[in-house]
């Protein structure tokens, strides 16, 4: 049956990293549109674990109903490699995570999230696809500005401007905290979702997946494990 509306974008592609964001944005994505697709990112980072992670999450993500598993296409890996190459930052570094006298943290990565967005513009004009998906954030975020709603939306007006295409980013994410993220989870996927997210994805800065806590794997004190765990709690205790 043709789309009811089919001046409205239909066809998504989601970065995906392996996170609990981007698996979340995943899964807001498959509940709206007909078609989408994935992509992911080697930049030498750190954690790169994550990557490893992505094809086992895509599989249990195909395997949540018939609907998803028709509406999830295909992945596309990307190797951007260079960034670590062109940084110097605790993600693409072995040195200690700290603060910068410009007041961020040195895992931000500069140039990162600006130059995601463009190779996935690239990659979405190729493939006709109309939406591109991320899951930053600056509710519940480390103080990056690449994941400021102000960012995104300027970057919208240039990837359009100078692809001559009617794009549309999308960040599901923005407004909320890890606790909501938790809860959105929930609402899409079920306790089914939130047990992948746990035990499947992977968040962790230094890369780490020893013990299975209960917000999921990770060494507990990094900033991106902190936000993770606090949030989970905060999304128990609200249950």
Not at 167 to 191: F, N, S
Request: aromatic content about 8%.
């Amino acid at each position: 049956m043709a789309s009811p509306h089919p001046s409205l974008p239909q066809r998504a592609l989601v970065l995906f990293s392996g996170g609990q964001d981007s698996t979340t944005c995943l899964a807001w994505a498959l509940s709206r549109y007909e078609k989408v697709e994935t992509i992911g990112f080697d930049y030498g980072q750190r954690h790169a674990i994550e990557l490893e992670v992505r094809p086992t999450l895509l599989q249990k993500i195909r395997g949540f109903s018939a609907d998803w598993h028709n509406k999830l296409g295909e992945d596309h890996m990307v190797d951007l490699s260079l960034i670590s190459k062109i940084s110097d930052t605790a993600l693409t570094r072995d040195v200690a995570i700290s603060m910068q006298e410009n007041g961020l943290p040195n895992t931000f990565v500069p140039g990162r999230n600006l130059l995601f967005m463009t190779v996935a513009a690239t990659v979405a004009y190729r493939r006709g696809l109309d939406v591109l998906i991320g899951g930053m954030c600056e509710t519940d975020f480390s103080g990056y500005p690449d994941c400021r709603d102000d960012t995104m939306k300027a970057l919208q007006v240039a990837l359009n401007l100078g692809m001559a295409t009617n794009l549309k980013v999308e960040t599901p994410l923005m407004w909320i905290d890890k606790a909501a993220t938790w809860r959105l989870a929930q609402q899409l996927g079920g306790q089914q979702l939130v047990d992948v997210i746990r035990a499947d994805t992977h968040t962790c800065y230094l890369g780490q997946r020893g013990a299975l806590h209960d917000w999921g794997y990770g060494c507990g004190t990094c900033p991106a494990c902190d936000l993770r765990a606090r949030g989970y709690r905060q999304f128990i205790d609200a249950a």
